[in-house]
Structure formats: structure tokens, C-alpha cells
């Protein structure tokens, strides 16, 4: 079929232009500096070490203004089916729209948000309390365990490990995620069954490794209880929007999920209770009100002023423009450990797509690039040799912040020391005569040698996060920035960024496969198999 879909510019006048010029010179432009550093309430964003002068800027910027963003964006906020493989609206910012200087989700949509966050602070409460048998859990909690696995676990990990600070009670948070069994059996291992509460999270309830993981901890606890089964379902609180599922499985309290709520967006509902557990429900509306001051902002503001608009021109330009196909995230804020996994959810299941929706046509550039990361300074002794000198370009995220949460000034002035020495040694580098004059000794051919070792070419851009610092309302904040990023490259690169076709095949195959390992007398007719698969399931029965 021929596309309508027109290929996006290519901006090549400005590119070359920039190929002739090294971020040494981009980053002396002090108005140049200033236009490119913009802050939305406590968050600066640093983009001046990006390879794009001001004209560059402005043409991608003047171009996704003719594109009708605030259109469909929103179309995003007021709850059309924007997401039309699976006809269905995308409102997680109606899951933070409390907070919102002007909601624009359907009222019946508000009141359902607002009714499950009520639901969730009794339950949060109670448990805080020690009244957990008052809501039809169990009382002295000790540990709360959230079961689930991608959006209903990388969110409220990422925001429960963020906001350690801001624990409000002694209750520990734990979370199982993947299906390996050695993790549930350690867990039980450490737990006491009688002061467990478990958080069974699957907005289909229809995952897998969630339900197994949910399964075996029900055994575990029914073990406990002596087979009593009432006395087990206390200490399950299942979220999904699956309610029939739920209801057959057991669980003490559901609360609810909804369909118009992507998983990898759903931590502002109460996918995200072990958050609420954890920071407490005042705590959990400081998250949300974060993530709405960035919603009002990202309708509010002009391209040039607009956050997530600037973070998809930067992605856009190293992806489409410069072909750079990984980005590494580095937050300097060990807290924020859990950011890398978590944005691989957001933008990778979100934007790795490659048909245009409405004609199933083939875009013409590339999407989402490889994200990875981890935290700095350990990164800087671990990979950060190959993004100074390895022969590709990748482009940075750094996140740090202004006031830490501990006293420690010294650890934080070196940690912040480092995350600015990177991003100024990864742009201007180090020229071949720099570092010849470095070279004391040996031959002529030596010195060369080594100093040709010790170049930095640099040019190797980067973008710049600075919190205040790390609070509920920051947190929120950022995400919210994030998703919004997604929204702006899928709408530039016309995918749909709410759908995840991508990973039912895999899912479809392992359930076809689980009889062979799981049946030690006959493994079935491998003969449905490819001969690779064949070959692997019979080499795994022979060393059983
Ligand atoms: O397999 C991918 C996925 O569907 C994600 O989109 C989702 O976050 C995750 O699985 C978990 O799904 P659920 O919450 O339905 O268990």
C-alpha cells in the first residue's frame, strides 16, 4: 500500500552545517546557553550540549509546530481513543487531573479516579494504623510485597526506592517480579508469613509470571493459616481492572483499574498502593500533584518553553538526524537507580513500533533508540571509557541534584563534581595536540603514539536534568516529563506509542512450550517446534 504519510525533513542544510562544527564552539554561545536551559517549577533542563545551534532549534521546532501537536495532545487529555488498535482512550493524566490547574477528563472518568484514591488512603490508613482487620485485611504489617511484573512493577519500584526519605512507617516494601522461582523462595525465606501483606498487580490478570508468583504466595500463606482460606485472603489486596478474574482468584480488596490506562502509565493509580504503603497517602497526592504541575505545563507552554516538546527534538535530532541508536541514561542520585528500567518500559514498549496505524505502512525513519543506563559515578568506572573513546556516539541523560536529602556536603559536591566533569569532558574532549603537549617522553613516534591514545574527540553531546531535590512532587514531575516526551515522538513519528503488540508472540510460544519441560514423562510432539527449539528443549530433558 503507498503511504500518505510524508517522509519528516531532513533538516540538512542545518546538519552539515553542524557536522563542520564541534560542540567546543556551541557551548560558548552564552545567549545560545540560555535559550536551551529551561525550568518547569524544581526542574532545570540543560539541553545547551546538544550538537543544535539556535537556527537548527527553530526549523525542527517550526516544523512540529505545522503538525498539529496541540491538537493531539488534547485529543490525548480529553480522552479520545487516541490509542486505536485496541479502541481505547490513553488518561493516566486523568489519574493525577485532582492536582490539575484545569482537568480535561470526562467527569465520569474524574469521578472514578477520585473514588479509587478515597478507596486506596482508607486501606493505606488503616494498615498504617495497625487496623487492617477494620477494611478486611490483616492487622501488624510488617512487609508489604507487590507482585506484579513491566508497568505494574518498574513504576512503584522505581517511585517506592526513590522516595525512601519520605517512609512514613516501618513498614518494609519488597517486590517479586520476575517468574525465576529462586526470587520467590529467597523472599519466603526472609518473610514472616502471619505479617505479610501482598499487592497483587495485573491490570488484564492474565500475566503469567504474576499469577504464578501470586499463586505460590498464596500456598505459602494458606501453609501458614493452617488451609484456612477467609484468614489467607486478608493478606491480599489485588489492583486490576480485570474484576471477574480478581474476584474468582480470592483477594481480601481490589482496587480498580481501568482500560484507558496504559500499564507503563500507571503508577499514578493504584497500581502505584506500594508507593501509597510505602510514602503515605499525603505523600502519594505530593507524587501526583508533581506529575500534574508537568500535565498544565505541557498544554501551557509554547514549543520553545515546553519541556517534553524540546526533550522529542533532542531525541529526534540524535535518532533521525545524527543516527545515533542508543541513549544512556545516568542519574547521579543512587536513589534513582530504578530510572534506566523503568524508561526502557516507557519508551521502548511505547515507541519500538514501525507501521503507521492508520495505514499499516511502513514509516520511513527510524523510532525509538536503545535506552540504557545506570548510576553515576559507578558508570564512569564501568562503561564510560567506550562513550569517551569507542567509535559510536552515544548521546547522555544525566540527572542530578541540587540539595541531597543527608548532610554529607562532601559526597555531594564530588558526585555532583563528576556528573559535570562528564558532560564537559564527553563535549569539548581533548585535542591531539593537548595531548601531545602531554607527552613528555620517548621518541618522536612515542609521544604520537600515546597522545594519539590519549585524544578525546569529543563532541558528544548531552542533556542535562537538575532536581531541587528528590521529593514526591519532583519524582512526579520528571515522570510526567518523560511521558510526555513519548506522546511528542509518537506523534512525530506517526506510531501508535499506547499499544504493545510486540510482546505477544514470545507469550504465545512459551505456552506452547510449557508442557515439554513441564511433562518429565513425555514431552509431547516436538515436531510443531523449529529445530533449534527442538534441539534445546531435548538438551535441557537429557541433563535433568
Ligand atoms: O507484556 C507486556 C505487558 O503487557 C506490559 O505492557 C504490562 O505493563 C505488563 O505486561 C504487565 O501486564 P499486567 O499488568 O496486565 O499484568
Redesign the pocket.
Known sequence: MESKHAPLPSFAEHAARLAKTHLRELVQDEARGERLRRRVGPILLDISRQKLDIAALDAVGGYIDGTGWKAARDAMFEGKHINTSEDRAVLHTALRGGASRHPAAPKDVQKDVADALDQMELLVNAVHEGKGASVGLIGGVTDIVNI?????DLGPRLAVHALNQFHVKSIRSHFLTNVDGQAAYDLMNTLDPSRTLVIL???????QE?LLNGGVFRNWILKANGGDEAKTSKHFIAVSSNVEAVNKWGASQVLPMWDYVG??FSLWSAVGASIAFGIGMKGFRELLAGAAEADDHFRAAEWQDNLPVLLAIVEFWNRNILGRSSRAVVPYVDALGDLPSYLQ?LEM?SLGKHVHPDDGTEVTQSTVPVVWGSIGTNAQHAYFQALHQGTDTVPLEFIGLVKPAHPLRENQDVLTSNLLAQAAALSLGKTFEEALAEAKTGTDDERRALAAQRTFKGDRPSTVFMLDSLTPHSLGELIALYEHKVFMLGHLWGINAFD?WG?ELG?VIAKQIYPSLANDKDAGDLSQFDGATRGLIKAIRDRR
Open positions: 506484579g511484573i513491566g508497568g505494574s498487580v495485573s491490570k488484564s490478570f492474565n500475566t504474576t500499564g507503563r518500559q514498549e504493545q510482546v507469550k
